[in-house]
Nanobody, 129 residues
C-alpha cells in the first residue's frame, strides 16, 4: 500500500521558519517525484515545490522562491521542505504527493496537482502576524 505521511506543521510567527517532512512507503521512492502542495478553505490546492528523482529537477511557485527549499533523501525515503521568512499568506494545510518520475519530467507545469497520483494527509501550518 502506497503511503505518504507529512509532518512538521505548527504555529509560527511571521518571519519564522519551519521544516516539513514527508516519508513515503509502499513504492520505489527513488522512481517518484515528490511535491508539496497547500490549500486554504475556499481555494484550489496549489503546488508549492516539487522535486524529481534527479534532485536538481525542482519546481518552486513564484510566491515561495528564495524562501523555501525542497530536498530529498532517497535512502530515508524522505522529502523535506525548509520554509523561511514565513508570512500570513503561507498559512495553509500542506500536503505531500508523489508521481512517477517520467510523468514529472514531461509535465509542462511540474507543480500541477493533477499530475500527482498519490497523496498523503495534510499538516497544518499557521503563521501569525
Amino acid at each position: 500500500e502506497v503511503q505518504l505521511q507529512a509532518s512538521g506543521g505548527g504555529l509560527v510567527r511571521a518571519g519564522g521558519s519551519l521544516r516539513l517532512s514527508c516519508v513515503g512507503s509502499g513504492f520505489t521512492f527513488e522512481d517518484y517525484a515528490i511535491g508539496w502542495f497547500r490549500q486554504v478553505p475556499g481555494k484550489e490546492r496549489e503546488g508549492v515545490s516539487t522535486i524529481g528523482s534527479l534532485k536538481s529537477d525542482t519546481y518552486y511557485a513564484d510566491s515561495v522562491k528564495g524562501r523555501f527549499t525542497i530536498s530529498r533523501d532517497n535512502a530515508k525515503k524522505m522529502v523535506y521542505l525548509e520554509m523561511n521568512s514565513l508570512n500570513a499568506d503561507d498559512t495553509a494545510v500542506y500536503y505531500c504527493a508523489a508521481t512517477f518520475d517520467p510523468i514529472f519530467r514531461q509535465a509542462t507545469i511540474k507543480g500541477d496537482p493533477k499530475i500527482y497520483r498519490y497523496w498523503g494527509q495534510g499538516t497544518l501550518v499557521t503563521v501569525s502576524s
